[in-house]
């Protein structure tokens, strides 16, 4: 793809969303994104949700440009990268990693000293509610990784994920597949706080998310400042922090050692619920949940009770839209029980894994659950939750082929302005 | 009133409802009811919610009856006096006071060894949403208490309140007016758990109460079981016990006794708000705001906000239902406020105080806030909030006349039975 005889140094990845069951909530270091608590996360599938980026090292040949720069497209429109930014200090220390490994080989490409173009996607609208940033710069990360063919100069996963952390604290949760804990660390650098994989994908590849996207009227609290604010004024985070979460991490990388979802399940959801207990407890209080989302605690609380067993476990980030996690021999109840009372259109409702159930549930199975209460919340109209995704976990940042898959042209550009 | 020429003993009194800003949630001892942490209420006005009771000996020459025995008639209806309920042990524990005095003073009337009839009502529908165990039992050991001529030997309105306590926890607080803690105490038979007056409504009258009536379609969960729930499972509780609560009511007693209404209402809205976080950390969570009430909360942010001080303080009990305390000053903002947002009937606004304020608000004024948000929350339609109630702080238990005010007709029975 390159448009001169010369080499063209660029590389294409995906990265991963993922959706924490032990909640990040508050920083100790705001700066350098340290958090206040350890959080894990489980990784989605890029088969469904992902960040596509592309970068690139503009040289001399593969620029007419007279003063080339640093230059970024988000979903095709360019983004300042403001000195001092986030992404700048992302580039920088990619960049300073780079420099080490030419410093000791010089028979390398100063590849660290050229302007990089860098265009990104994701494959998800933002009416999705799902939070971007952790994909995206993860992708930045993984991206550079491979244009600097870090890895094969002995730079971790580990180590990339402190940095990602550096552009958004959980995307460095997205630098591994499967099951990830984000340790917080205890040195002021931060140098310590850092994910780590507590179990890949293929260890319990059975595990799918259903995500419900219930929109809210009012936006939310961002969660960079109500982060803060809940560390400022509730006395609750101090305890969830100190006796809470250490426990919870323990327990919770047991049960997904031992793939035991009962266990799984209850901790998940009990740390959702903390979660949004502290942020009620914040001066002035901060609400995420709405009447739809409770009414979704609702629904899965009578379907596992009724069940006798955990067959769904909710947990909710910083806004309205459930995540169900749900085992797959339990997916077509949980979906049947979910759409009976969300009931979708077709369009709202695809249906990757071809499960067969209807975008309005199936009466048959849901009234087959003995002792069900099927009374436990209305029925809602179409709508209430407005689409639902459905995905399982999955595995870590992937590399792509640039020439098919990368997002410039052959002038450095993204390929969606040329349309 | 008597139909015979004998002595008639009986006695009619009301008491107030009483609601928290330093919540009640958790019992230590389910049977004496015994709570896991003190608590501090405002005892609002009679003159507009009460529980009004009579209660009458049944002597030989009082009944015609030929096996009278104890009977208790709540708004018309007879209810069962189940033996070891929380009534008879009240009845129980009222008439032990009652035979030591007789004890003491041979020259009495026995009226320990006489059945009672009692009939009860409350001024307020059960659709207002308030409970009203509290003023309803604390209008029954009022109403003995007068009838059996407690206080005249040395019974005092705290030795009430125990009483009181093992009716209905909250009802040891409608024993006093004002502003009234109730101690938790640390004995085992609860001796000193009682309410104690922090400061009598005198020293602080002009604190008004709006209650914003908020209907939920979905009953939550009735509070005995669900704060039993709690105790049993969250882990953020047992902190709220031991480190927030103790010092939260040395300083809401103080901002009490200074009428620093700012403080007041600093703690009010956290104490509310920290009590619904324990709820949601609970195993499974409970619920009782909704979105109305979240929008109630987020008006009255941004209107403190915006006044650069507090002008309400809200609080919210096992149920979606906002109360707002708000100074005499402040009455006429702040109902202009709420009612633009959540415009009332007529009907569903009466106006008590001759406010003047209309049931849709004042745009004017609520324009006239500099700096207010106006799009804070939308305008809600008609009925989101059912009714506003405008009551004030006032003072506890009142006797009322037998013979124009009692229940009870001259044969003893509920005079509304006769209608």
């Not at 440009?65 to 403001?82: C, F, V, Y």
């Not at 001066?283 to 069940?307: H, K, M």
């Not at 639902?388 to 640039?402: E, F, N």
Request: negative net charge; charged residues 20%.
């Amino acid at each position: 793809m390159s448009a001169s005889q010369d080499t063209v140094y660029q590389a294409t990845c995906t990265a991963p969303v993922n959706i924490a069951v032990v909640k990040y909530w508050g920083k100790r270091d705001t700066s350098l994104i340290l958090p206040t608590n350890s959080s894990l996360s489980v990784t989605l599938s890029q088969d469904h949700l992902r960040s596509l980026t592309t970068a690139r090292c503009i040289t001399s040949s593969t620029s007419t440009s007279t003063s080339p720069r640093d230059r970024l497209w988000l979903n095709g429109d360019e983004e300042d990268i403001n000195e001092g930014g986030r992404t700048a200090r992302c580039l920088a220390e990619m960049r300073s990693l780079r420099q080490k490994i030419e410093a000791d080989n010089s028979s390398l490409p100063k590849l660290s000293s050229h302007p990089l173009h860098i265009a990104s996607e994701n494959n998800f609208p933002t009416a999705a509610g799902l939070a971007s940033s952790a994909s995206g710069l993860s992708a930045l990360i993984a991206t550079l990784a491979r244009l600097y063919d870090l890895e094969a100069h002995g730079v971790s996963q580990s180590d990339l994920s402190r940095i990602a952390r550096q552009g958004s604290g959980s995307a460095c949760r997205s630098m591994f597949g499967g099951y990830v804990a984000w340790e917080q660390g205890e040195r002021a650098d931060g140098a310590d706080s850092v994910a780590v994989e507590v179990a890949p994908a293929s260890h319990w590849p059975d595990l799918h998310a259903l995500i419900l996207v219930v929109s809210d009227k009012k936006k939310g609290t961002p969660s960079t400042a109500g982060m803060q604010r809940t560390v400022a004024t509730s006395a609750l985070l101090q305890h969830r922090i100190k006796h809470v979460v250490p426990e919870r991490m323990d327990r919770i990388s047991r049960a997904i050692r031992e793939r035991d979802f009962d266990q799984f399940a209850l901790e998940t959801m009990a740390d959702s619920n903390q979660f949004h207990a502290v942020c009620l407890d914040t001066v002035p209080p901060i609400f995420y949940l709405n009447d739809v989302s409770r009414a979704v605690i609702q629904l899965v609380t009578e379907l596992n009770r009724a069940s006798g067993r955990a067959v769904a476990a909710y947990t909710y980030d910083a806004g309205p839209n459930a995540v169900l996690y749900v085992q797959e021999k339990d997916v077509k109840l949980v979906l049947d029980v979910v759409l009976q009372y969300f009931p979708q259109s077709a369009a709202s409702f695809p249906d990757p894994f071809a499960t067969g159930v209807a975008p309005t549930g199936s009466k048959e199975r849901v009234a087959g659950l003995d002792g069900f209460n099927a009374k436990v919340i209305p029925q809602h109209d179409e709508g209430a939750v407005a689409r639902v995704i459905h995905t399982k976990v999955g595995d870590g940042p992937r590399t792509l082929d640039s020439a098919t898959d990368g997002l410039l042209d052959a002038e450095g550009l993204p390929k969606s302005l040329a349309k």
